[in-house]
């Protein structure tokens, strides 16, 4: 697969990925049934995968040597950390609500490495 269309599959799939993430995270601290549906409990992991994968293919291209490349996956994995105490983890609402304030964060800066190549994202 073509770099480019691997980065717009990329691209796309981390914009559904935190749609998915907000209205879970909004869906876990209102304590809604909602995220019991199957389809919520399924098709963000699938996104994931997707955005995951194509990361991976990305980096592996241009390789991983990049200290950009580091601080993306230094950032997913805070992310996934923290995005597990918004949706789950979070004994109370207003925990899981801070969590996920701080998960969406955490993804602009990510979002900020990969714009502009920097470990600094957007102070740099």
Same mark, same amino acid.
């Given at each position: 697969?073509?770099? /480019?269309?691997? #980065?717009?599959?990329? *691209? *796309? %799939?981390?914009?559904?990925?935190i749609?998915f &993430?907000?209205?879970r995270a909004w869906?876990?601290?209102?304590?809604?049934?909602?995220?019991?549906?199957?389809?919520?409990r !399924?098709?963000?992991?699938?996104?994931? *995968?997707?955005l995951?994968?194509c990361?991976l293919?990305? %980096?592996?291209? !241009?390789? &991983?040597?990049?200290?950009w490349?580091?601080?993306?996956?230094?950032?997913?994995? /805070?992310?996934?950390?923290?995005? *597990?105490?918004?949706i789950?983890?979070g004994?109370?609402?207003a925990?899981r609500?801070?969590?996920? !304030?701080?998960?969406?964060i955490?993804?602009m800066?990510?979002v900020?490495?990969a714009?502009? #190549?920097?470990?600094?994202?957007?102070?740099?």
């Amino acid at each position: 697969m073509p770099y /480019l269309a691997l #980065k717009h599959l990329h *691209t *796309t %799939a981390a914009v559904i990925s935190i749609v998915f &993430f907000v209205i879970r995270a909004w869906w876990s601290v209102n304590e809604s049934p909602r995220l019991q549906a199957r389809f919520v409990r !399924i098709a963000p992991h699938v996104v994931d *995968t997707v955005l995951l994968v194509c990361g991976l293919w990305m %980096a592996a291209t !241009i390789g &991983f040597h990049q200290p950009w490349i580091a601080a993306k996956i230094v950032g997913l994995v /805070l992310y996934i950390i923290v995005g *597990t105490i918004a949706i789950k983890r979070g004994r109370t609402p207003a925990s899981r609500g801070i969590a996920a !304030i701080v998960a969406v964060i955490i993804f602009m800066y990510i979002v900020g490495v990969a714009i502009t #190549k920097q470990p600094l994202s957007w102070l740099a």
